[in-house]
C-alpha cells in the first residue's frame, strides 16, 4: 500500500494508480500520473472515448464499459473524478479495503509549487473566483484560474511555480475526498439544501464544503460570509466578515 503523503516528497512514481470517470478532470488526471511515472488506468462507464488515443500515446491504460471491482483491487491509490459518487458499491468496496481514495483536486493540490485560494459556496463560486483571479492579475500578480470553473487542477500542475497563485473554485464533490488540501485563503460565500441526491443529507452537504478549512492554520485566512445565515451559522469558531462588521480571529474544527 502507499503512504500517506509528505507533502514535500509525495511521489506515484511506479505505483498501480486508477482514475475513476473520463470527464474533463479525470483525463487530466490521468495524463499528469502518466508524467510523473505512476501505472494509470482510467477507468469510464461509457463505451467509447474521444481522447482515447490521446491517452494511450501518454501510457494510460484504459477500461470503458464500468468501473470494475477487479481493476479497483489492485490500486495502490484510487482518484475519483467529481461526477463520480464515493458512495457507489465498488468504490465504498475500495474505500472499506483501506485503499486511499481522494479526489482529483486533493491530486493537483499535493505537487502545486504555488499558494492556493478557494472558494467555495452554493451560489457565485465562478463569478468570485474569476473575480478573484483578475484582481491579482491587475496588481501584478500571477494567477491561475482553474477547478471546478472548467480548468481541471491537474492541468496547471506544470506551469505552477512559487509565484504564481491558484484560484480555485471548489465544488462539495471535490472536497469531500480531500484529506491535505490546504488553501492559504479559503472562502464560504453561502450555504443552502443542494446536491442532497448525492450527499444524502444538507448536513453531510455542509460538511463537505466545511472540509475547504480542515487543514488550515493559523498563518492562513479563512473567509465566510456573515450575512448568509446558513454559513455564519455553522460550527465554525470564528471572525466572520461582511460589508457591515468584522473581526479578526477565527477556525473551523476539522470536517470529521
Not at 474521444?50 to 484504459?62: F, I
Amino acid at each position: 500500500m502507499m503512504p500517506e503523503h509528505d507533502p514535500s516528497t509525495f511521489s506515484v512514481a511506479g505505483a498501480r494508480v486508477v482514475v475513476v470517470g473520463a470527464a474533463r478532470s479525470g483525463i487530466a488526471a490521468a495524463e499528469l500520473l502518466a508524467r510523473r511515472g505512476a501505472r494509470v488506468t482510467l477507468t469510464e462507464t461509457r463505451e467509447s472515448l474521444e481522447a482515447l488515443p490521446r491517452l494511450r500515446a501518454a501510457g494510460v491504460a484504459v477500461e470503458l464499459g464500468g468501473h470494475r471491482a477487479e481493476t479497483l483491487a489492485r490500486a495502490e491509490l484510487v482518484v475519483l473524478s467529481p461526477g463520480v459518487s464515493p458512495r457507489l458499491p465498488v468504490i465504498d468496496d475500495v474505500l472499506r479495503g483501506g485503499t486511499p481514495v481522494i479526489s482529483e483536486v486533493e491530486l493537483a493540490a499535493r505537487w502545486l509549487r504555488g499558494p492556493i485560494v478557494a472558494v467555495t459556496g452554493t451560489k457565485g463560486k465562478s463569478t468570485t473566483t474569476q473575480l478573484t483571479g483578475r484582481m491579482f492579475g491587475a496588481d501584478g500578480r500571477p494567477a491561475l484560474v482553474g477547478g471546478n470553473i472548467g480548468t481541471a487542477l491537474s492541468s496547471q500542475v506544470e506551469s505552477s511555480s512559487p509565484d504564481v497563485v491558484h484560484v480555485v473554485e471548489v465544488s462539495s464533490f471535490q472536497l469531500e475526498l480531500t484529506r491535505t488540501f490546504h488553501p492559504r485563503i479559503a472562502v464560504l460565500l453561502n450555504l443552502a439544501p443542494d446536491h442532497i441526491d448525492r450527499h444524502g443529507s444538507f448536513q453531510e452537504y455542509a460538511a463537505a464544503k466545511a472540509r475547504i478549512f480542515a487543514n488550515q492554520t493559523g498563518d492562513d485566512t479563512m473567509v465566510i460570509n456573515a450575512d448568509d445565515p446558513l454559513a455564519a451559522g455553522g460550527p465554525a469558531r470564528c471572525a466572520s466578515a461582511s460589508a457591515r462588521r468584522s473581526t479578526t480571529a477565527c477556525w473551523w474544527p476539522a470536517a470529521q
